[in-house]
């Protein structure tokens, strides 16, 4: 079945329709429209939060965290963060894979804005190590480590720093709301994924473990916060903004900031997952009105670029011959169900992630979808 | 003239015949020649979404038809499945339509008292109007009944693509007109002298625009 609203079909795993056809998707959008209204609404909330930020961060040289990655809606949070008057400090994850722009937009956006940068860069050879071990797993999640470490170095940074707040650029508006078991991943699942298939040992990765993310929550109340929620957020217009007033560039694609991304989304996903990312993004656009349906099928209907020397490239670096990678393109499909994670321990922890989502110092979206 | 698309989907022969009985000149092809001359087009179909799409794409008409269609605004009535090929995409299947009307094919949909309703939608039901055009000139009198015969029904996006609805369990989209392309579920070669006097509206009234 198709969704009446957005361009989701019966494919989509946990999708269920009402009686008009429209999808549980829309709905949830629906929902969240309302717990996060933009325009005045959203304006005073978002003058709230900065106030709060402010406040909590008296006495700190910055007051925010914000993970960059030179994308639109990082640097637009940079932006946005500056106009409210706050004193970030900018976090950037380097795993080796970056895009030329990418790198140029976080520095021509930094300076611009006057905000300082920490750079965490992994040992390449660990991270091609980690990633060879997460493509031979034969799961969807092949840039987790990536989101992990992302993740722990924001905190790190934070308690470093005595900063109370990692902002967040999400936007459900735009991006969308990825589909329920599509995918899952936390510290637990990329140790034990290393542990089975990794060749080298974990030392530069900054993984996250539950004992220490706990420790942030509890001990030193860092919140994550995600602004653009409240901001009528418009990507086209966005990116014409960013073009305009910092000579930010734009990369030719969602997420396509970062090359192993690019390789997951455009090669790895859809070639072997039959996951198209293109749905979840098309689908929040048409929502919110930024992309008329039509336009939407037909953009879904060509397939994805992908460039054969970005294979080649992800191939050497991560020393598969050519057989090898062959093959671990054909293994029988896995799910973070077929190696151990924390998800037992968070459901057996709802109780508590549902208080510290209340509180602000965990997503909704955590809570939603790695409690039950 | 007119020309009959044969792309082996369809039951050609009975469009054929009723062209002859109201005496208009017609003939089926799979020539691309035959195609760039015709004055208006016909799509018929019956059968698979997919199968439709594919046995179209295979017979390498898709790009003259679009010149035609899509830039000389040569006027088309698609019927049946030739009007679901006309849209985006059919629950039916997994390619893409057409997409030439900003439209999407599905299944009927019916709530649980209405589960003894049968699939396909088979035989003679009316039309309701929503707006005048020559296709259903001298049609809208009550007693005008057109034969149906399908699963699938087409969900327009714009509401102003809506030519006429018919009520089987819902509301549907029986017929669909955007500028020159004009698409209709029924099968006026089996609907008689209803089914005539459309095939002559078409014939006669519908213009290059």
Known sequence: MFCSRCILDSRIPGITFDENGVCNYCKIHDEMCKEYPTGEKGQKILTKIAENIKRGGRKSKYDCVIGVSGGCDSSYLLYLARKLGLRPLAVHFDNTWNSTIAVENIHTMLKKLDIELYTYVIDNEEFNDLSRAFLSASVPEIDAPTDIALTTILYLAAEKHKIKYILNAHTFRTEGISPIGWWYFDGKYVQSIHRQLGKRPMKTFPNLWLRQWLKWLILNRIKRIRPLYYVDYRKEETKRFLTENFGWRWYGGHHMENKFTFFNHNYILPKKFDIDLRLVEFSALVRSGQMAKREALEKISKPMPIEENLVNEVKKRLHFTDEEFNSVLSLPKKTAKNYETYRPTFKRMRSFFWLMYKLDLVPKSFFIKYTR | ?209
């Open chain 2, 1 to 209: 003239m007119i020309v009959i698309v044969d792309y082996k989907m369809g039951n050609s022969g009975s469009i054929l015949n009723m062209f002859k009985r109201i005496g208009v000149e017609a003939i089926i092809s799979s020539n691309v020649s035959d195609i760039e001359g015709a004055d208006k087009l016909i799509l018929p179909g019956v059968g698979a979404f997919d199968n439709g799409i594919k046995n179209l794409k295979d017979s390498g008409l898709i790009p003259v038809l679009e010149k035609k269609v899509i830039k000389r605004k040569a006027p088309i009535l698609g019927i049946c499945l030739g009007m679901q090929l006309l849209t985006l995409r059919s629950e039916e299947g997994c390619l893409s339509g057409l997409g030439w009307v900003d439209a999407e094919t599905v299944r009927f949909r019916f709530t649980e008292n209405q589960a003894s309703l049968r699939i396909p939608h088979m035989g003679w039901n009316t039309v309701n109007l929503m707006r005048y055009n020559v296709l259903f000139e001298n049609l809208h009198n009550k007693d005008a009944r057109f034969y149906f015969a399908h699963s699938y029904n087409v969900r327009c996006n714009n509401e102003k693509d809506v030519l006429s609805t018919t009520h089987y369990g819902h509301d549907f989209v029986s017929s669909i007109q955007k500028g020159n392309i004009f698409g209709v579920q029924f099968h006026p070669e089996k609907s008689h002298r209803f089914g005539m006097q459309l095939l002559k509206n078409f014939c006669m009234h519908a213009r290059t625009l």
